[in-house]
């Protein structure tokens, strides 16, 4: 009986990583409904994990539960993109101003051999993306503040959605490697004011751009 639960626990989390990560990089579309069966199979898994990674999901608002039971994608927004940005904004900034007074020599290598893959992988744009999470993970891992580091996380999921959008522009991927490179050297300054207000601006900067390109998918789908 143990070992059943242990199976249908695996299968559960293997059919929730799955799924969340084609959420989060739009293979699964917004809008897009998901059933049951058809999961299963895509899996190779019972419905019990299924329904227990639908449950994760929904926790975490990545599925929306429809009136007929059924479930869906939920749709990108212009208005809950700007509130989650603006949070991320701010709990970022506090981030870097707190983590520039961590700063040790160890820190800044790693974030300078990020900042170098990243040039390397500009031109793609998932890598890039995931590069920078790295990046932004290890600015909130230095900052030692980790209340704010579990509210940062609880947006990722959320955000990275959106980010998608703006790392398909090469004008954006590269400015914001511009950006991230702007925010290293305050770090490494130890200037937790500057690192604070660079951060903030890369994060709202991002928004912008976000926001034109939903925009103009909106109005062509």
Do not use: C, W
């Amino acid at each position: 009986m143990v070992e059943v639960a242990r199976r249908r626990a695996s299968g559960a989390r293997a059919v929730y990583e799955g799924l969340r990560e084609q959420i989060l990089d739009l293979r699964l579309a917004p809008g897009e409904r998901l059933f049951e069966d058809e999961v299963s199979r895509a899996f190779g898994v019972s419905r019990t994990p299924v329904r227990e990674a639908f449950r994760l999901l929904l926790a975490e608002e990545l599925l929306e539960q429809m009136s007929t039971g059924g479930m869906v994608v939920p749709a990108l927004d212009v208005a809950d993109m700007r509130e989650l940005y603006g949070v991320r904004a701010a709990l970022e900034g506090l981030l870097a101003r707190e983590a520039a007074d961590n700063v040790d020599d160890e820190a800044v290598v790693e974030l300078e051999e990020l900042l170098e893959q990243m040039a390397a992988l500009v031109e793609h744009p998932r890598a890039l993306m995931r590069l920078g999470q790295q990046l932004h993970a290890k600015i909130a891992d230095m900052s030692g503040n980790r209340r704010a580091e579990v509210l940062l996380h609880q947006l990722r999921g959320h955000i990275s959605r959106y980010q998608v959008l703006t790392n398909k522009r090469p004008t954006r991927r590269h400015s914001s490697l511009d950006e991230h490179r702007a925010i290293v050297a305050a770090l490494t300054a130890r200037d937790g004011q500057r690192a604070e207000r660079l951060i903030r601006e890369h994060v709202m900067n991002a928004y912008v751009v976000a926001a034109e390109a939903l925009r103009e998918s909106l109005a062509t789908s």
